[in-house]
C-alpha cells in the first residue's frame, strides 16, 4: 500500500487549502483513513478521521469547525479541507490508513503517507 499526500504549501492566515492523499489500493473503501501533523520540534498529533465507511469522521479539538475530512472511494482518494488556517497550523501533514479501522491515533494506523508541508504566515 502506497499513500500519496499532496496539496501543502504556503497560505497566510486566514486562507485555505486541500490536501489529497491517493492511495494504490485495490479496495480503497476497506481502509478507514486519517490525517495528522508534526510542527517543527513536536511530537506527531492525530488530526483527523474518516472510518472506512465513510459515515463517521472525528477532529482534533485544535481544528474543529475548521478542517473537514472526506474521501472519494471512486477516486481512491481522502482529502482534507483546512479553512481558517491559523500560524499553529503550520506542520508536516501526513495521510494514514488502516485496514478495516477508524483512526484514533498512531497506534491505529496501518500505512503512512510521506507528508506535506503546510506553511501559515501571519
Known amino acids: 500500500v502506497q499513500l500519496q499526500a499532496s496539496g501543502g504549501g504556503l497560505v497566510q492566515a486566514g486562507g485555505s487549502l486541500r490536501l489529497s492523499c491517493l492511495a494504490s489500493v485495490r479496495t480503497f473503501s476497506s481502509y478507514g483513513m486519517g490525517w495528522f501533523r508534526q510542527a517543527p520540534g513536536k511530537e506527531r498529533e492525530f488530526v483527523a478521521a474518516i472510518s472506512w465507511s465513510g459515515g463517521s469522521t472525528d477532529y482534533a479539538d485544535s481544528v474543529k469547525g475548521r478542517f473537514t475530512i472526506s474521501r472519494d472511494d471512486a477516486k481512491n482518494t481522502a482529502y482534507l479541507l483546512m479553512n481558517n488556517l491559523k500560524p499553529e497550523d503550520t506542520a508536516v501533514y501526513y495521510c494514514?490508513?488502516?485496514?478495516?479501522?477508524?483512526?484514533?491515533?498512531?497506534?491505529?494506523?496501518?500505512?503512512w503517507g510521506q507528508g506535506t508541508l503546510v506553511t501559515v504566515s501571519s
Open positions: 494514514a490508513a488502516a485496514v478495516q479501522a477508524t483512526i484514533a491515533t498512531m497506534s491505529d494506523v496501518d500505512y
